[in-house]
């Protein structure tokens, strides 16, 4: 995803990751990995509980999952990865393209 925030921010679109770890081991994980969009700490995971990204396997977790949200808060499209992948940028890309 880092290699292609320049190529979501053209679409007029913003990437955000949430992680279930603490604001500190998430803030350790941005600056570990020099990520330049935003990373925000779920550690209650209300937001990986609302999206239904809870890992089915490993409930402390959130299973790979990309989500587009219009501004107004409706989601336009989802992708829920069951096999523990994560959603090709470039799938996302597309779908950015179509609205």
Same mark, same amino acid.
């Given at each position: 995803?880092?290699?292609? %925030?320049a190529k979501?921010?053209?679409?007029?679109?913003?990437?955000?990751a =949430?992680s279930?770890?603490?604001?500190?081991? /998430?803030?350790? /994980?941005v600056?570990?990995?020099g990520? +330049?969009?935003? !990373?925000?700490?779920?550690?209650? +995971? +209300?937001a990986i509980?609302? %999206?239904?990204? !809870?890992?089915?396997g490993?409930?402390?977790?959130?299973?790979?999952?990309?989500y =587009? !949200?219009? *501004?107004?808060? /409706?989601?336009a499209? *989802?992708s829920?990865?069951?096999?523990?992948?994560r !959603?090709?940028?470039?799938? =996302?890309?597309?779908?950015?393209? *179509?609205?």
């Amino acid at each position: 995803m880092q290699d292609n %925030y320049a190529k979501i921010q053209a679409a007029d679109a913003e990437l955000i990751a =949430i992680s279930s770890d603490n604001a500190g081991d /998430t803030k350790q /994980t941005v600056q570990n990995h020099g990520l +330049k969009f935003p !990373v925000l700490s779920d550690k209650d +995971k +209300k937001a990986i509980t609302a %999206y239904n990204v !809870v890992d089915p396997g490993n409930n402390r977790i959130a299973r790979p999952a990309a989500y =587009i !949200v219009h *501004k107004d808060g /409706t989601i336009a499209w *989802k992708s829920l990865d069951t096999k523990a992948a994560r !959603v090709p940028t470039a799938e =996302i890309l597309t779908e950015l393209g *179509k609205f």
